[in-house]
């Protein structure tokens, strides 16, 4: 059984568990933890070690040798180049060897949509999907990734495709949904103007929509008309978790 850590950040809370890559299932309970206020580098770092300690205590994790991180910044050769909901310190952090000193351990970071749509291309709704996948995470913007033939091309940030004017995300993403009080036909209209444009830059061979809204899937994907496949995610809150564990023991080949 082939094992890895994987961590999630995010701009509200922290969570991680130890994730069986052969299996593509947690092998561990997930521990959460408050993302400390200010989501200074130096607090988050504490954070996630705190998690980890745990993990390796209580779950079984000691033999475990690499950790993955996912975190909702551009990610480039391990440094974190933008920030969203956390401190503007982040902004080119070389935060893989950050982490790595803190933790004492292979760390991997990653951007978490990318470790989202990795593990729905290796574990979950795009599993053994040939070609280019999208992936997109319909939140309060919308992230996206790309895997093709299950490699990860990263840092794709197709919410900030400029489409009619503005950031697609700013009258496309769930929060522009809730924000506006829209009905789920109304929203559908606007996701198939912004999916008609990926598919008109990109040609993809499958969509898959993630994100929380995801759980109602049933209630507007069909209302979306493109010509691509659409699925909705299947692994909903552990996609990062598992996406961000499979690319660190990737990534130490």
Known sequence: M???????????????????????????????????????????????????DEL???HGGDDVAHIGVCFPAIVRNG????????SDDWIGLDADTLFGEALGRD??????????GYAEAVYGAARDQRGLVIVTTL??????????????????????LELDGDDAEHWAANSAREREELSFEEW????????????????????????GVSKQHDE?????????????????????????????ERHAR
């Open 2 to 52: 082939t094992r890895a850590i994987g961590i999630d950040i995010g701009g509200t809370g922290i969570k991680g568990a130890i994730v069986d890559l052969d299996a593509g299932e947690l092998v561990s309970e997930r521990v959460k933890q408050n993302t400390p206020e200010g989501g200074e580098p130096d607090a988050i770092i504490d954070t996630v070690r705190q998690i980890v």
């Open 56 to 58: 390796i205590s209580e």
């Open 79 to 86: 440094r974190t180049m933008s920030a969203a909901n956390v």
């Open 107 to 116: 760390i991997h970071f990653v951007n978490d949509a990318d470790a989202a």
């Open 139 to 160: 939140g309060t913007g919308i992230g996206s990734a790309f895997i093709y033939d299950g490699v990860l091309v990263p840092n794709t940030e197709l919410g900030h």
């Open 188 to 211: 559908a209209t606007r996701l198939t103007r912004y999916y008609r444009h990926v598919e008109f830059l990109f040609s993809p061979d499958l969509l898959v929509i993630g994100g």
């Open 220 to 248: 507007f994907m069909h209302l979306i008309d493109v010509e691509t496949p659409i699925v909705p995610a299947e692994l909903r809150n552990n996609a990062g978790i598992m996406g961000a564990a499979a690319l660190a």
